[in-house]
């Protein structure tokens, strides 16, 4: 079955850097569109950055200039690079993979807690 694992949350301090690796398997990873979504506390689920599958990328407004989403084919893993960390950026990290039937996976998710 399919599976996507994350790794790489933990407790940074504001202005830090963390990375997001996700480990797909199960699934012919350069088929699909691969992106990073977030769930703050009491707030709905959001798309952070989506990768193509042919690497084109796109990003929520909140944090363009600050994360990069990138994708290793021959790895069937992508990644979030997260720079200059905000308090605001707290919250749980899920991985989703989207087929071109626009048929969704989801990540299990992983925690960031940005804060002094």
């Known amino acids: 079955q399919v599976q996507l694992v994350e790794s790489g949350g933990g407790l940074v301090q504001p202005g830090g850097s963390l990375s997001l690796s996700c480990a797909a398997s199960?699934?012919?990873?350069?088929?699909?569109?691969m992106g990073w979504y977030r769930q703050a506390p009491g707030k709905q689920r959001e798309l952070v950055a989506a990768?193509?599958?042919?690497?084109?990328?796109n990003y929520a407004d909140s944090v363009k200039g600050r994360f990069t989403i990138s994708r290793d084919n021959a790895k069937n893993t992508v990644y979030l690079q997260m720079n200059t960390l905000k308090p605001e950026d707290t919250a749980v990290y899920y991985c989703?993979?989207?087929?071109?039937?626009?048929?969704?996976?989801w990540g299990q998710g992983t925690q960031v807690t940005v804060s002094s």
């Open positions: 199960g699934i012919i990873f350069s088929s699909v569109a």
């Open positions: 990768i193509t599958r042919s690497g084109s990328t």
């Open positions: 989703n993979a989207r087929t071109s039937f626009n048929y969704d996976y």
